[in-house]
């Protein structure tokens, strides 16, 4: 099992930056994390991909979607089960509950958090 924790989140104005974090606790020591990411979701729509890491034997990869591409920088330092999302110049159309989404191996399996409130309004 792994326990995904987030934080960050709250109120911003548009055009204002906000960052997120995300922490995943793997219960067993042979749990890999390989990828960590955002999804967001607004009442009445279907959850939306945001961003993630993963982590490849080519390297790290980092994925964005179209409408956060170049205003969104996500994060996750070497070796550590923490990843961070940058979010700039936010628009109103950014407001909703953001999710921690986590791969691991073996499996794969999947893991969420229990999301974080992001504001922005004037």
């Known amino acids: 099992q792994v326990q995904v924790v987030e934080s960050g989140g709250g109120l911003v104005q548009p055009g204002g930056s906000l960052s997120l974090s995300c922490t995943a606790t793997?219960?067993?020591?042979?749990?890999?994390?390989?990828?960590m990411g955002w999804y967001r979701q607004v009442p009445g729509k279907q959850r939306e991909f945001v961003a993630r890491?993963?982590?490849?034997?080519?390297?790290?990869?980092?994925t964005y979607a179209g409408g956060v591409r170049g205003r969104f920088t996500i994060n996750r330092p070497k070796g550590k089960n923490t990843m961070y999302l940058r979010m700039d110049s936010l628009n109103v159309d950014d407001t909703a509950v953001y999710y921690c989404?986590?791969?691991?191996?073996?499996?794969?399996?999947?893991?969420w958090g229990q999301g974080v409130l992001v504001t922005v309004s004037e």
């Open positions: 989404h986590v791969l691991s191996n073996p499996g794969p399996l999947e893991f």
């Open positions: 793997a219960s067993e020591s042979d749990i890999s994390i390989y990828a």
């Open positions: 890491v993963a982590s490849l034997p080519s390297g790290e990869s980092t």
